[in-house]
């Protein structure tokens, strides 16, 4: 019932910046955190940060930290991904997802397993 909207993706080059958003709308449950992941073609799905709904703590994946920011805001609902000095690495399939239990972090990075997820929307870095 919860629903994740993406949007904000797109083709730059190495060095440029994309910002991208999630609208939240429905809500059969609480949840407790939010997130970015990303997959690229061949690849397995990855998390790019994470933030605990209450605004407290975020998480990154060491390949982002540095250059990606994880924010939102409450009212309306919406997670975004300020994402600078992109690299071709960079290149993936980037889904928002929203997570039930208070758990937004696994080892320091962002907690791999999430309940609902958005349809994505495309990064490409390239020169």
């Known amino acids: 019932q919860v629903q994740l909207a993406e949007s904000g993706g797109g083709s730059v080059q190495p060095g440029e910046s994309l910002r991208l958003s999630c609208r939240v709308s429905?809500?059969?449950?609480?949840?407790?955190?939010m997130g970015w992941f990303r997959q690229a073609p061949g690849k397995q799905r990855e998390g790019v940060a994470s933030?605990?709904?209450?605004?407290?703590?975020?998480y990154y994946a060491d390949s982002v930290k540095g250059r990606f920011t994880i924010s939102q805001d409450n009212t309306p609902k919406t997670l975004y991904l300020q994402m600078d000095n992109l690299k071709p690495e960079d290149t993936a399939m980037y889904y928002c997802?929203?997570?039930?239990?208070?758990?937004?972090?696994?080892?320091?990075?962002?907690?791999?397993?999430?309940?609902?997820w958005g349809q994505g929307t495309q990064v490409t870095v390239s020169s």
């Open positions: 933030i605990d709904t209450s605004g407290r703590d975020t």
């Open positions: 429905g809500y059969p449950y609480t949840a407790h955190c």
């Open positions: 997802a929203a997570k039930k239990t208070p758990i937004c972090a696994l080892g320091g990075r962002p907690h791999p397993d999430y309940d609902d």
